[in-house]
């Protein structure tokens, strides 16, 4: 999938019924004019991205976005806040 389209990757991510991980705001610019409730992506807009840093952001928010994610969200992490956009968006 390294050299997939974004679309494709989100077809693929929609028929797995995975999360897309990205910091491109592509994903999120084609779910929001697409109309579709999948796949769920997490947009990381953060200035240190380490793998722990994301594992300790994406884990203490937790409670707040699995809901969202399988019901089908965009979740916006960010360094002070995590926002959430539930889809579709109209």
Known sequence: MAQA???TIMEEA???KEVIITHDLDY???LAFSGET???VIILRLRNIHPSRLFTLIKG???EIEQPLLEGAIVVL???ATRIRRLPIT
């Open 14 to 16: 929609r028929r797995n």
């Open 28 to 30: 999120g610019h084609l």
């Open 38 to 40: 999948a796949p769920s």
């Open 5 to 7: 389209t974004d679309i």
């Open 78 to 80: 960010e360094d002070a």
């Open 61 to 63: 928010a937790w409670t």
